[in-house]
C-alpha cells in the first residue's frame, strides 16, 4: 500500500492505519528529516527479523536504531545519563542525529549491540514522530538496502563503533543506483511493495544520512558525518 501523507499536518485517519500495520507486525518505509527508512514496532521481533532479512543481515549484526517521540523516552530505554548530556541532547534533537548511548533493560535484545548500547533518534520529521506518538513507544529505524549515502565530509558510515549495514561505499565512489530509487516515494513503492506493507508518501526524501555520535565514553565522539552539524569542541 502507498499511503500519502502531509508533511507538516499528516491525517490522523492514515498515521492510525499505519500504526496498526505495526503493531500486527508489519513493515513500513518512511520519511525522515534525513533519508526514507525501514520500520516496525521494536517490540514485534519477527518483524526486527524481517527488515533484517530485507537487508540481507544479521539481527544480532545489524546495529539498529530507533525513533523515539521525545526526550521522556531517555528514562525508560537508557540508562541515567548525566545532566550535561541531557542537555547536550536537549540543544540538538529533534535533529538529524543518531546518539549511541547505554541501552536500558527495557530495549529488546535484538536491537542492542554487543556493547549493550542502542542508537537513538528524534527526528525533525513530523511524520515520524505522529507514529511515534500515536503507537505509543519507539519505531525501528534502518536504512534502505542498497542505499549509496552521498558523500558529506569525512568519515565512514558507522554506527555503535562499526560499519552500518548496507551503508555506502566511502566517500568520493560512484553511486550505483539513480538517487530516485531512494528518494521519490513513488520509485521505492515500486521497488519495496513486494516486501513492506505500505510504504509512506511524505514526500521527497534526502540523500544525507543522520551524524551519528557516540555518547557512551568520557566524550562524545562523531562517528559519522551526516547531515548534522556537529560544533562540540573537546575542552
Same mark, same amino acid.
Given at each position: 500500500?502507498?499511503?500519502?501523507?502531509?508533511?507538516?499536518?499528516?491525517?490522523?485517519?492514515? =498515521?492510525?492505519?499505519?500504526? @496498526?500495520?505495526?503493531?500486527?507486525?508489519?513493515?513500513? #518505509?518512511?520519511?525522515?528529516?534525513? =533519508?526514507? *527508512?525501514? *520500520?516496525?514496532?521494536?517490540?514485534?521481533?519477527?518483524?526486527?527479523?524481517?527488515? %533484517?532479512?530485507?537487508?540481507? /543481515?544479521?539481527?544480532?549484526?545489524?546495529?539498529? $536504531?530507533?525513533?523515539?517521540?521525545?526526550?521522556?523516552?531517555? %528514562?525508560?530505554?537508557?540508562?541515567?545519563? %548525566?545532566?550535561?548530556l541531557y542537555r547536550m541532547l536537549k540543544t540538538y534533537l529533534p535533529g538529524p542525529y543518531t546518539f549511541i548511548l547505554p541501552a536500558s533493560k527495557e530495549?529488546?535484545? +535484538?536491537?542492542?549491540?554487543?556493547?549493550?548500547?542502542?542508537?537513538?533518534?528524534?527526528?525533525?520529521?513530523? #511524520?515520524?514522530? $505522529?507514529?511515534?506518538? @500515536?503507537?505509543?513507544?519507539? +519505531?525501528? %529505524?534502518?536504512?534502505?538496502?542498497? /542505499?549509496?549515502?552521498?558523500?558529506?565530509?569525512? *568519515?565512514?558510515?558507522?554506527?555503535?563503533?562499526?560499519?552500518?549495514?548496507?551503508?555506502?561505499?566511502?566517500?568520493?565512489?560512484?553511486?550505483?543506483?539513480?538517487?530516485? @530509487?531512494?528518494?521519490?516515494?513513488?520509485?521505492?513503492? @515500486?521497488?519495496?511493495?513486494?516486501?513492506?506493507?505500505?510504504?509512506?508518501?511524505?514526500? +521527497?526524501?534526502? #540523500? +544525507?544520512?543522520?551524524? /551519528?555520535?557516540?555518547?557512551?565514553?568520557?566524550?562524545?565522539?562523531?562517528?559519522?558525518?551526516?547531515?548534522?552539524?556537529?560544533?562540540?569542541?573537546?575542552?
Amino acid at each position: 500500500m502507498l499511503l500519502h501523507l502531509h508533511p507538516d499536518n499528516p491525517q490522523a485517519r492514515n =498515521i492510525r492505519t499505519i500504526t @496498526e500495520c505495526l503493531q500486527d507486525g508489519g513493515v513500513v #518505509i518512511y520519511p525522515t528529516d534525513t =533519508i526514507y *527508512g525501514l *520500520g516496525c514496532d521494536i517490540f514485534q521481533h519477527k518483524a526486527v527479523e524481517r527488515i %533484517s532479512q530485507i537487508k540481507q /543481515v544479521d539481527p544480532a549484526k545489524a546495529q539498529l $536504531s530507533f525513533i523515539c517521540y521525545d526526550l521522556s523516552d531517555l %528514562s525508560t530505554y537508557t540508562k541515567s545519563i %548525566s545532566t550535561p548530556l541531557y542537555r547536550m541532547l536537549k540543544t540538538y534533537l529533534p535533529g538529524p542525529y543518531t546518539f549511541i548511548l547505554p541501552a536500558s533493560k527495557e530495549v529488546p535484545r +535484538i536491537l542492542k549491540s554487543k556493547k549493550d548500547t542502542i542508537g537513538l533518534r528524534i527526528p525533525d520529521n513530523n #511524520i515520524a514522530r $505522529s507514529l511515534v506518538k @500515536e503507537l505509543g513507544h519507539p +519505531i525501528l %529505524s534502518a536504512s534502505l538496502p542498497g /542505499v549509496f549515502f552521498a558523500a558529506h565530509g569525512p *568519515g565512514q558510515n558507522v554506527a555503535h563503533g562499526r560499519k552500518m549495514a548496507n551503508d555506502g561505499p566511502s566517500a568520493g565512489a560512484p553511486v550505483a543506483l539513480p538517487v530516485e @530509487e531512494y528518494t521519490d516515494p513513488e520509485r521505492i513503492y @515500486e521497488n519495496f511493495r513486494n516486501r513492506v506493507d505500505i510504504v509512506v508518501n511524505g514526500g +521527497i526524501g534526502g #540523500i +544525507i544520512p543522520s551524524t /551519528v555520535i557516540d555518547c557512551t565514553g568520557e566524550e562524545p565522539v562523531v562517528l559519522r558525518k551526516g547531515l548534522g552539524e556537529w560544533e562540540m569542541e573537546t575542552p
